[in-house]
């Protein structure tokens, strides 16, 4: 049932993909220079921190001058909430987006008319590139509304030509019967969602297998190498990363190519650099260090060296798909999900690195840090799958120690494994929810 | 000569074993007899019923997880020493018994064992060799009717 697309013709609009290097490189210089000028001229905290450090636009001769440039964070869209750090008049508006905003006020993000037509441009790239076509039914699972997620990957979708399914998140079981039903072809949403969707048809008798369904689109959360495999192998799809942050456009940032080799930024648009985050040093290729992106052709927000929190490292190392963009060392942890326990830096991913080691466990997992007598205590509750399940005790608690030993091998701290039954962690229907922090610090 | 156990995970809360047993009860599915092992988060229910594929599908519908095992149903003298002459059987044979229970009711003077054996066709093999009665399916259905179960 499955179709294999490796002789499509790339679409028209992933030219940009393959610009000679010497092209690309000149693109950008003059797409930032323009930037920075705008940003200079139009809005007031990127003009202040410039003269400050006594940078004027025209003093960018080369791309690499762009390390003189200060940089902007998460608290400056915070600070100048809500409309701030707009270069363009609200009569140029037609789109806001913001942040679920856990804490406090949401972040803003704004589009022009052009803006939305280089994001559908840039989505239009990730479909592409992953060797989706006009002709394909796309059923987008992410959330529609102020996410960037699911109007983002909707318009992508659109302006390659392929039917989109704008189904949102949600309602599992009438994901599967439209999947089926419509013969869907390829689904966008967040891979946790995708794990759920996976475990509803099993529990429904339908084999994902079976079906037309042969690309997932994954992102908006970190995910890791292993989860891929074990999403391929339970679904018979394809599963690629697709990169982006609302702060600079949302999804379409970087996305993989049909070699699954780490997602390629489309450069054109927005400019990689990597940091040492405590530093702030620019870092040499290849390195690994916090994302920093600046937006080359956003009008109504432009982002100078934004700083993503997410941990990655920059290749130029030639794929086999031969884009000349450069691609990103899988980001499977942000700095922002960093805990600190007894003083180790500690990841949500590398605990699910480590349960993944244990064969048959699902990702489906919480980790609950509290502090008993000024201790630092980590708890983990996995859920209990068919595949690991044992009628004798003996066994189940081996494999509750096993647990243990391979997450204590891989962050260093012992946690408490508490065994839970199936579907007593709650799902999500977005970005999954993996950590409960009751410490009161 | 093997009878079909299910077992289903639990966790060691108020409430939780009522769940799967009023599914089965809802179902009319009879529950010939059943074991409890428990640890301090999480207890594993151990039963067996006449329909066991019906209550499997019942219960992974409604989310439990739910394992099929083979276990063994042996007929012990009701005695001095009527275990003992089995365990020794199994002992020469070197099987190891993971957990039992029992039924409740007597048939013809003897009482009727479940075992969980680590090698089950090794178990079986030797206990028959050792002239041992180890009851098939039909058999202990036959008998659990017959006393009016």
């Known amino acids: 049932m499955k179709k294999n697309n490796a002789s499509i013709p790339v679409h028209t609009a992933s030219a940009m993909d393959f610009l000679p290097l010497s092209k690309l490189q000149e693109l950008q210089l003059s797409r930032l220079k323009w930037t920075v000028q705008r940003a200079y001229d139009k809005v007031a905290l990127f003009r202040d921190r410039m003269d400050k450090l006594g940078f004027v636009p025209n003093d960018l001769k080369s791309i690499d001058d762009i390390k003189n440039l200060p940089f902007t964070t998460k608290t400056d869209l915070r600070d100048n909430y809500p409309f701030g750090l707009f270069a363009s008049p609200l009569e140029e508006i037609v789109r806001f987006h913001a942040s679920s905003g856990t804490t406090g006020k949401p972040i803003v993000v704004a589009y022009t008319k052009e803006d939305i037509q280089d994001w559908a441009t840039a989505i239009l790239r990730s479909f592409a590139a992953c060797g989706l076509h006009a002709g394909d039914i796309v059923q987008n699972a992410y959330g529609y509304g102020l996410f960037t997620g699911g109007l983002g990957a909707h318009y992508g979708a659109e302006a390659l030509g392929a039917a989109v399914i704008p189904i949102s998140g949600g309602n599992t079981e009438r ?263 009751k410490r009161k610090l | 000569m093997k009878i079909k156990q299910l077992s289903i995970f639990l966790e060691n809360k108020p409430g939780a074993l009522i769940a799967p047993c009023s599914l089965l009860a809802k179902a009319g599915i009879n529950i010939q007899t059943f074991s409890l092992a428990d640890t301090r988060e999480f207890g594993i229910l151990r039963f067996v019923v006449k329909e066991w594929e019906k209550a499997q599908e019942l219960l992974l519908q409604h989310g439990f997880t739910v394992r099929v095992t083979e276990i063994c149903a042996i007929e012990v003298e009701d005695r001095p020493g009527g275990l003992v002459s089995i365990l020794k059987v199994l002992e020469k044979a070197k099987v190891n018994v993971e957990y039992t229970y029992a039924f409740t009711a007597k048939y013809g003077g003897k009482g009727l064992i479940l075992f969980r054996f680590d090698d089950v066709d090794r178990a079986i093999e030797a206990l028959s060799k050792a002239g041992i009665n180890v009851i098939s399916t039909s058999e202990l259905f036959k008998r659990l009717t017959e006393n009016g179960n």
């Open chain 1, 175 to 437: 994901q599967i019967m439209i999947m089926k039903d419509f013969g869907v072809t390829a689904i966008s949403c967040t891979p946790s969602y995708f794990v759920h969707i996976i475990d509803t048809a099993k529990d429904l008798g339908v084999d994902l297998r079976q079906l037309p369904l042969r690309a997932g689109v994954f992102g908006a959360e970190p995910w890791t190498e292993d989860m891929r495999h074990r999403i391929e192998s339970e679904s018979g799809i394809k599963a690629y990363d697709i990169y982006g942050l609302s702060e600079i456009m949302g999804p379409g940032i970087a996305m993989e190519c049909v070699y699954q080799a780490g997602p390629h930024i489309f450069e054109d648009m927005f400019y990689p650099e990597v940091i040492n985050p405590e530093s702030g040093e620019v870092l040499p290729e290849g390195s690994e260090g916090e994302l920093v992106l600046t937006t080359l052709c956003k009008r109504a927000m432009p982002m100078i060296r934004y700083r993503t929190r997410d941990i990655t490292a920059l290749t130029s190392q030639q794929c086999r798909c031969g884009r000349t963009l450069r691609r990103l060392k899988r980001i499977n942890r942000r700095s922002d999900d960093m805990m600190i326990i007894r003083g180790v830096n500690v990841y949500p991913s590398q605990i699910e690195e480590a349960l993944l080691k244990v064969e048959g466990t699902l990702p489906h997992y919480l980790i609950i840090i509290d502090r008993v007598k000024g201790l630092d205590v980590m708890e983990v509750q996995v859920e209990v799958t068919p595949e690991v399940f044992s009628d004798t005790i003996g066994a189940m608690e081996q494999l509750q120690a096993k647990i243990s030993h391979f997450i204590a091998a891989t962050v260093g701290i012992r946690p408490e494994v508490k065994l839970v039954a199936p579907k007593t962690i709650k799902r999500s229907e977005g970005k999954a929810k993996r950590v409960i922090d």
